[in-house]
Nanobody, 125 residues
Framework: QVQLVESGGGLVQAGGSLRLSCAASGRTFSSYNMGWFRQAPGKEREFVAAISWSGGSTYYADSVKGRFTISRDNAQNTVYLQMNSLKPEDTAVYYC???????????????????WGQGTQVTVL
């Protein structure tokens, strides 16, 4: 099992940047593919980005491609989401998630992720 704790959310002006972190417990973090999702009020949770267990592959939603960057540090059991050129429509609660079956490749489907953090609020004015 793995426990996930997000941090780094906050209030930012449009065009600004934020870096989210997701700290994971457990010694098997480096074997999981990791993802970031977000949920705006009244909307379904949607995929943002994913990264393979090694960090060698990444996958982004079209809405954030070129603006957001996902990365990980397996020595620190942490995955990051660097968000640049933020827009008001990026406002949401951001969640990190872990996929414990990385052999199936990176996925944008929520059902593929077994473990979830509690989320961190990002508000873009």
């Amino acid at each position: 099992q793995v426990q996930l704790v997000e941090s780094g959310g906050g209030l930012v002006q449009a065009g600004g940047s934020l870096r989210l972190s997701c700290a994971a417990s457990g010694r098997t973090f480096s074997s999981y593919n990791m993802g970031w999702f977000r949920q705006a009020p009244g909307k379904e949770r949607e995929f943002v980005a994913a990264i393979s267990w090694s960090g060698g592959s990444t996958y982004y939603a079209d809405s954030v491609k070129g603006r957001f960057t996902i990365s990980r540090d397996n020595a620190q059991n942490t995955v990051y989401l660097q968000m640049n050129s933020l827009k008001p429509e990026d406002t949401a609660v951001y969640y990190c998630a872990a996929d414990e079956e990385p052999g199936f490749g990176l996925s944008s489907r929520r059902q593929r992720y077994e473990y979830w953090g509690q989320g961190t609020q990002v508000t873009v004015l």
